[in-house]
């Protein structure tokens, strides 16, 4: 009985040191994103933007490389940037007020600037007593871990100068030894004077304290916290003149927050408090650099005033799609780098490599999962080999489209029925099309939707899935834009929750 290969064999069959196809987002890579980050063609605009302290509502459908900009941005800013990066909500209200969100981001400010100085004691050095108040103000209000006996050490840090601590703690340390020798020397002075008037020798000198504490002056009756854009600009103020040039508030994964339950319509109503407050987004204090998913952002985007701000979004070209799949390959390879053109069996050809690329749609982290699929078929089919055959491709493409969770990239209705229409539903329908674009007509015959055809071609717009084309003699033509689809169309493949 032949040995069964293990997987990690194959892989290094194929001159990986690692299998370069086990993770999928940015978090779960981030110590190697250095490596992996791939500059796109329209990547110098963006950086330009973001050196040139813009304002930036960076958009585009999930799994688009948002998050591993921002990291990048924040691999280029050296250490006179503060870095604010936020990308957890939970502890800010789901229907939020003004000054929840205020208070929400000078919270994290305020830590970022503590969490990053080293000491304490490092951040009052340029402020006048009036500021070294004010900053001990906002540590006692916001600060993580502002218990009470760290507040008044805080508060001693930052108020009172480095050469005056030393004093009084000098000074302190020998009162008591200073005490105790001043209290003896009038002791016996007293008893000489007793004895000198012929008084009893009894008489008992009482103990005091010649040399008592010294404590340096400390502002501790501060005012409770203040949830305004001026407090705000006022702490920002304050971490510019200790020496930072620039703070820069990068607002990640909002879509994320487990209570909008990947709803489009909840999402963009806790996101557009936010992106319409063009007092904060805009303030000359920091820079914004927000982070969205590009669906909930179509819905308010004639609520937001995108002009004002520079706001991209965020599209893959294939040839930058394949830079980044050979720059993965290269990091995972020991010795002689494999690429995306050598992985592969000449007998592959170029059309069916580039079906893989179409079918990614675009999307980095949607072709890092189809690859996987692509390999472990291969594994399954003969693991012996060190290139991947026609048939794996086909075999992990047909396993990644009937198995894709849809409701990662395209939202659902929060609370809805089971029978409301939802991505799947609407999947189910385009299924019993012949082709790719089509008709009103052509879809209510094929998937018997009646007289609520308009409605389903309206949400399936809405949701992205299909797209309007030049009307054909009259009637408005459609086409379905997710290559997914398209291909389980073509061959047959069924499409349904898991």
């Not at 991209?312 to 290269?330: G, M, S, T, Y």
């Not at 026609?390 to 395209?410: D, L, P, Q, T």
């Amino acid at each position: 009985m032949q040995e069964e290969i293990k997987f990690d064999d194959f892989c290094k069959g194929f001159g990986f040191k690692s299998y370069p196809f086990n993770f999928f987002t940015a978090e779960d890579e981030k110590a190697r994103q250095g490596e992996l980050f791939v500059t796109t063609k329209l990547y110098s605009p963006l950086l330009e933007a973001f050196e040139a302290g813009s304002t930036m509502l960076l958009s585009g459908d999930r799994g688009t490389g948002k998050t591993s900009i921002t990291y990048d941005f924040i691999r280029r800013s050296d250490n006179l940037h503060l870095l604010c990066q936020i990308d957890d909500f939970s502890s800010l209200p789901q229907y939020y007020s003004e000054a929840d969100f205020y208070k929400f981001i000078t919270w994290h400010m305020v830590n970022a600037f503590f969490g990053g100085i080293g000491e304490l004691r490092s951040a009052g050095g340029k402020l006048t007593e009036d500021e070294k108040i004010l900053l001990t103000y906002f540590y006692v209000n916001f600060a993580a871990d502002a218990t009470r006996g760290l507040v008044k050490r805080a508060a001693r840090d930052i108020q009172i100068p480095k050469w005056k601590r030393i004093l009084q703690s000098f000074y302190n340390s020998v009162r008591n030894p200073l005490n105790i020798a001043a209290n003896v020397g009038v002791a016996i002075a007293a008893d000489v004077v007793a004895r000198a008037s012929g008084a009893s020798a009894e008489v008992k000198a009482q103990v005091s304290e010649y040399f008592p504490e010294v404590s340096a002056g400390v502002e501790a009756e501060l005012p409770k916290a203040d949830d305004t854009l001026e407090a705000l600009r006022r702490f920002s103020g304050l971490v510019k003149k200790c020496g930072y040039k620039r703070i820069v508030v990068v607002l990640d994964k909002v879509d994320e927050d487990p209570r909008l339950d990947n709803d489009a319509e909840e999402i963009s109503e806790f996101i557009l408090p936010i992106l319409s407050n063009n007092k904060f987004l805009l303030d000359d204090g920091f820079q914004v650099v927000a982070s969205l998913w590009v669906v909930p952002l179509n819905f308010i985007k004639d609520k937001v005033r995108t002009q004002k701000v520079y706001s991209p979004e965020i599209v893959w070209e294939f040839p930058d799609l394949k830079a980044a799949l050979d720059q993965r390959v290269k990091v995972f390879s020991e010795g002689p780098a494999r690429n995306f053109s050598n992985i592969f069996r000449d007998s592959v050809s170029e059309s069916v490599r580039g079906s893989i690329l179409d079918l990614s749609n675009r999307n980095p982290r949607d072709l890092w999962h189809l690859m996987n699929k692509i390999f472990r078929a291969q594994y399954r089919i003969d693991a012996k080999v060190k290139e991947i055959s026609e048939a794996a491709v086909h075999e992990g493409m047909r396993e990644f489209v009937s198995k894709f969770n849809f409701y990662e990239y395209y939202p659902r209705k929060a609370n809805a029925r089971k029978n409301s229409m939802d991505v799947y539903s609407y999947i189910k329908h385009l299924l019993k099309l012949d082709a790719v674009r089509f008709t009103r007509n052509q879809l209510n015959d094929k998937a018997g939707t009646g007289s609520s055809t308009q409605n389903y071609t309206v949400g399936m717009e809405n949701l992205g899935l299909i797209e309007r084309e030049v009307a054909d003699k009259g009637e408005a033509v459609y086409r379905i834009r997710d290559p997914k689809i398209k291909y389980a169309i073509e061959n047959s493949i069924d499409i349904s929750k898991g």
